[in-house]
């Protein structure tokens, strides 16, 4: 069965970076598409970015074009999210998502991610 582990949060002055990790220990990512969400105290959940399990295609939320970057290495089972240049409304706990669309290089809409990590609080304060 997939577990996710979300790693790398932490506290980051504005205009800092961080790289998030979600990593999978006794399953491939292989087949899985993956997604980044992040939920902020009294707001919905919503999608950051999510990349296809070629690495071929990822799609960004407006709000972090051009500052966030996914990636993903599949020989250590790994995906990444660099955040760079990042503001204090980015603070939020930070989710990765999988889902295997069944094809390759094909980007699942958000909702249809259904494997879900535990979260790393990422806190972005002066």
């Known amino acids: 069965q997939l577990q996710l582990v979300e790693s790398g949060g932490g506290l980051v002055h504005p205009g800092g970076s961080l790289r998030l990790s979600c990593a999978a220990s006794?399953?491939?990512?292989?087949?899985?598409?993956i997604g980044w969400f992040r939920q902020a105290p009294g707001k919905e959940r919503q999608g950051v970015s999510r990349?296809?399990?070629?690495?071929?295609?990822?799609k960004y939320a407006d709000s972090v074009k051009g500052r966030f970057t996914i990636s993903r290495d599949n020989a250590k089972n790994t995906v990444y999210l660099q955040m760079n240049s990042l503001k204090p409304e980015d603070t939020a706990v930070y989710y990765c998502?999988?889902?295997?669309?069944?094809?390759?290089?094909?980007?699942?809409?958000?909702?249809?991610?259904?494997?879900w990590g535990q979260g790393t609080q990422v806190t972005v304060s002066s």
């Open positions: 990349i296809s399990s070629d690495g071929d295609s990822t």
């Open positions: 998502a999988a889902n295997n669309p069944g094809v390759g290089g094909f980007v699942p809409p958000w909702g249809n991610f259904d494997i």
């Open positions: 006794d399953v491939t990512l292989d087949p899985y598409a």
